[in-house]
């Protein structure tokens, strides 16, 4: 039986951390110098609120896999809090000098065509934040090694663009775009080549999201409805209407010995 909430802002505590953890944070090269400042920049508040859920529901001391880690501020800010965190990414070597310096764990794996260097049932709990719209091959191999890796009983926290919100349904009525936190197909298939991964391929909405969770296996125990817009009356209609928030997240579990 799952649960709703929303979730607007991060603690005190999570923001102090990740703000402490983005000073230590810089890319190799200077070619990802201006994306990485104003990627922290427009996202420490969201994995603020992303640290708070991982607290909430992982025990501290637990092993994570964060997959999709860089810029490394959340898989920092975890190993800060007491978590044995395993990095993933597509090409941690454009942080290779961070990783060195901080000593976090962090391995290379392209998780759209490769299967995860983990023995099974390795995780207490799977961190899978704004990637699954970033995939472009096949979501159903990259979750079943997923499934694969965590423990039983273990945790998959996964957020991802709401399709359905209420920017993303101005965006389809008024200005004739299927996104809701996208805008442009060329540059989100463009930064391919500048940020050496895929933009956002698709964004989905809350409905197929738990439909392909559930037939993955995973029970969904919590939807959380997030994010905030800058603009009062529509941060007014989503505190009313939680179905139209930008961003949710889905906390699902791997139910005890693999049985839905």
């Known amino acids: ?9 991060p603690s005190k505590h999570s923001m102090r951390i990740i703000e402490a953890c983005a000073k230590d944070l810089s890319p190799d090269g200077r070619s990802l110098s201006e994306w990485h400042k104003s990627y922290i920049s427009n996202q420490k508040i969201r994995i603020a609120l992303d640290l708070d859920i991982v607290e909430e529901k992982v025990s501290v001391g637990g ?89 039983p009983t273990g945790t998959l926290i996964l957020t991802t663009p709401n399709l359905k919100s209420m920017g993303g349904m101005i965006n389809y009525l008024f200005r004739n775009r299927g996104f809701s936190s996208s805008g442009n197909l060329y540059e989100e298939y463009q930064k391919l080549e500048t940020l050496g991964h895929m933009g956002h391929v698709r964004e989905y909405t809350r409905t197929e999201i738990i439909e392909f969770l559930h037939n993955m296996g995973f ?10 817009y800058h603009v009062k009356p529509a941060q007014i209609i989503i505190r009313l209407i939680p179905a139209l928030s930008p961003f949710i997240t889905y906390i699902a579990a791997k139910p005890p010995n693999e049985e839905v």
Not at 1 to 9: I, V, Y
Not at 219 to 228: D, F, L, P, Q
Request: hydrophobic letters at 40%; one cysteine or more; charged letters at 25%.
């Open 63 to 151: 092993r994570v896999l964060e997959c999709g880690s860089i810029p490394l501020l959340l898989t920092m800010a975890l190993s800060k809090c007491g978590y044995h965190v395993t990095g993933c990414d597509i090409a941690p070597g454009r942080y290779a000098s961070t990783i060195q310096s901080t000593g976090l764990h962090v391995i290379q794996c392209d998780i759209e065509t490769e299967k995860l260097p983990f023995e099974d049932n390795a995780f207490d709990a799977v961190v899978f934040n704004e990637l699954l719209e970033h995939l472009r091959i096949n979501p159903i191999f990259t979750l079943s090694e997923v499934w694969r890796v965590m423990k």
């Open 219 to 228: 029970v969904i125990k919590e939807v959380i409805c997030r994010g905030r």
């Open 1 to 9: 039986m799952k649960s709703k909430r929303q979730a607007f802002s």
